[in-house]
């Protein structure tokens, strides 16, 4: 099993940046897959980005294209959202996950196997 910490979270204004980390620990972090997922107040979870085991191969949902980055540092076991332009429909709580496979090129959560706590991010207008 692997654990999940996410961190970077917090209350910034429309327009700002964020960014978050995931720390893993407990598996081979570098074999596997990465992705970020939300979850706004009333509404379901949702795919963000994910990235490949490499990180040479990401794929982001379309509200967030162009604005978010993820990035890994295998080295550091860390996965990365870099948050650009935040706009306030971008408020959830934000979820790392580890995919099933070195690469998840769909946001399906069944491909990822384990998810981290959560970390709020609110952005104000």
């Known amino acids: 099993q692997v654990q999940l910490v996410e961190s970077g979270g917090g209350l910034v204004q429309a327009g700002g940046s964020l960014r978050l980390s995931c720390a893993a620990s407990g598996r081979t972090f570098s074999n596997y897959a990465m992705g970020w997922f939300r979850r706004a107040p009333g509404k379901e979870r949702e795919f963000v980005a994910t990235?490949?085991?490499?990180?040479?191969?990401?794929s982001y949902a379309d509200s967030v294209k162009g604005r978010f980055t993820i990035s890994r540092d295998n080295a550091k076991s860390t996965v990365y959202l870099q948050m650009n332009t935040l706009k306030p429909e971008d408020t959830a709580v934000y979820y790392c996950?580890?995919?099933?496979?070195?690469?998840?090129?769909?946001?399906?959560?069944?491909?990822?196997?384990?998810w981290g706590q959560g970390t709020q991010v609110t952005v104000s207008s």
């Open positions: 990235i490949s085991w490499s990180g040479g191969s990401t």
């Open positions: 996950a580890v995919g099933r496979l070195s690469w998840v090129g769909s946001g399906t959560s069944a491909n990822f196997a384990s």
